[in-house]
């Protein structure tokens, strides 16, 4: 009998790809859509209700069955309201890891577990290999595309029986193949929102889940330059839409710092020293498939999606069996390490996995 898989699909082109290529590849497939948002636009249409009309599309193009799903209440609590809490605190999370590790990696691998599968997959730009019963998280093929950043914090257990069927393409053989097999996605663009929440005027959003207050932009002197209508818009290092007027000097103004307490935006002028550092501790840190035994190595790392690989020196600090934090130490300055994002590290081939920036 043909081994089962189970593709989560999104209704975007990588995802129908990869149920495609599983089913030529002599897979029992199945599609399944994740509804995680309970949303309704001006109009009271769902706002997911295009993505699940794509997925009905290609399931049909592919002649495979499909679930609906609705994870929106595991969605809430293991990952939106972190979100907002993270957010609170003066933050900036990233919830697209958190719900690979709660949701497409957890609940949806339960959820596929209980029907029968013995696989799942998705379409993300990753590979794996395995090695002595343990899952090693590889880079995708196409180093533009890879994922592996949003895949950081999943266990090796969770990357048992999961299929990655797209990462060894670069984004326009996988573009290729939808037109050449006439996918009703074929030239759909690609997502750029929030995981689940889409594509929306992020401002308008946050204030509905955090009051927000106007407050001052002020100097690191303390001279107040302009004012904002919420401290938890902005992020560290950020350039546009402060809001603030021209000046003598004539450089650009940036985020340097946020103090939530007391309402305030300090900002800056020009590329000042201080906002880079080659130093950062991470916290809550995820080894793939374990913690090294060296407890100091060099390697690579990234702190936002599509950075270049940086070169870092490694050091675990463990409380018994536990890793506490990880410091890294970098070879060259780092522009606006920002709280809350994820420090992730590579070798040359392999993501080892990564934590939280404190």
């Known amino acids: 009998m043909s081994k089962q898989v189970v593709v989560g699909m999104s209704g975007g082109v990588d995802s129908a790809v990869s149920a495609l290529l599983l089913k030529e590849a002599g897979f029992d497939v199945v599609g399944l859509y994740m509804s995680n948002w309970k949303e309704t636009d001006g109009s009271g249409c769902c706002t997911g209700e295009q993505d699940y009309y794509d997925v009905k599309r290609v399931c049909a193009d592919i002649d495979i069955p499909y679930y609906s799903v609705d994870f929106s209440q595991q969605y809430m609590e293991k990952v939106f309201k972190l979100f907002v809490d993270e957010y609170k605190i003066g933050r900036t999370p990233n919830p697209d890891v958190l719900c690979n590790r709660e949701i497409k990696f957890d609940s949806f691998k339960q959820f596929a577990k209980e029907i029968g599968a013995d696989y799942i997959a998705t379409g993300h730009y990753a590979r794996l290999e395995e090695k002595d019963g343990r899952n090693f998280l590889v880079r995708a093929a196409d180093e533009n595309k890879d994922q592996t950043y949003f895949l950081n914090q999943l266990t090796s257990e969770q990357l048992q029986n999961v299929l990655f069927p797209v990462g060894g393409m670069v984004k326009n ?18 997502s750029t929102g929030i995981c689940f929440i889409g594509e929306r005027k992020f401002r308008e959003f946050l204030s509905q889940y955090i009051p927000m207050r106007d407050g001052d932009i ?12 919420g401290v938890f818009y902005y992020t560290i290092g950020q350039r546009r839409g402060l809001g603030i007027g021209g000046s003598p000097n ?25 906002l880079f550092s080659n130093q950062l ?10 913690v090294p ?7 690579y790392a990234r702190i936002r999606h599509r950075q270049p690989l940086q070169k870092v020196k490694a050091s675990i600090l463990q409380n018994g069996n536990k890793v506490e934090t990880v410091h890294l130490d970098f070879e060259q ?12 590290l590579y070798t040359d081939k392999y993501c ?7």
Do not use: M
């Not at 002020?218 to 209508?229: A, N, P, R, S």
């Not at 300055?333 to 992730?344: D, L, N």
């Open 173 to 190: 053989e996988v573009r290729d193949y939808a037109v050449k097999h006439n996918l009703a996605v074929a030239k759909k663009k690609d």
């Open 218 to 229: 002020i100097t690191q002197d303390g001279t107040v330059v302009g004012h904002h209508k």
């Open 250 to 274: 004539g450089g650009a103004w940036f985020v340097l710092a946020k103090n939530v307490e007391k309402n305030l935006l300090i900002v800056s002028q020009g590329e000042d020293d201080i």
């Open 281 to 290: 501790v991470a916290e809550g840190f995820n080894f793939i498939p374990n």
């Open 293 to 299: 035994e060296e407890i100091n190595f060099d390697c």
């Open 333 to 344: 300055p780092q522009r606006a390490i920002a709280g809350g994002q994820y420090a992730v």
């Open 352 to 358: 080892l996995g990564g934590g939280v920036i404190k």
